[in-house]
């Protein structure tokens, strides 16, 4: 019999593949927003904010990861491509996740920028209704 996770990270019966919650996890995608570590342009420092959506899951349930293709704000005529993946789900206590997304912008004006971020969590308006304030 195999085993694998379920999206509460917790091991499951691949049975369990007719719960909806299995599911869940399969067709999804983050938002996310963040700034770049500053570089300089011509001596003047400068940074970059990135936002965006990132693309449906790509690997395995629990071990699932994103790609991201967006490009930043533009700064004194100048922007940077991002093409990247997300590291795999961060579960949280509640059953949902985030990702970590860490790399380099394409060079642009004879320099690139640093970032690290995480993506929002998944499906954030889905609050089970023993949770609303």
């Known amino acids: 019999m195999g085993y694998k996770y379920n999206n509460r990270g917790r091991h499951s019966n691949e049975n369990d593949e007719g719960n909806e919650n299995y599911y869940r996890v399969k067709n999804h995608n983050h938002e996310f927003l963040s700034s770049t570590d500053y570089a300089k342009d011509e001596g003047v420092e400068h940074n970059h904010r990135i936002a965006g959506v990132t693309g ?76 609303n304030c």
């Not at 899951?57 to 491509?81: L, N």
């Open 56 to 131: 449906p899951p790509m690997g395995p349930g629990k071990y699932h990861f994103h790609k991201i293709a967006v490009f930043t704000d533009t700064f004194d005529d100048h922007f940077h491509k991002i093409c990247d993946t997300t590291g795999p789900a961060l579960w949280l206590s509640d059953g949902k996740h985030i990702h970590l997304v860490e790399g380099t912008t394409e060079p642009e004006d004879q320099h690139d920028h640093d970032y690290f971020f995480t993506t929002l969590i998944q499906d954030p308006t889905n609050v089970p209704e023993d949770r």
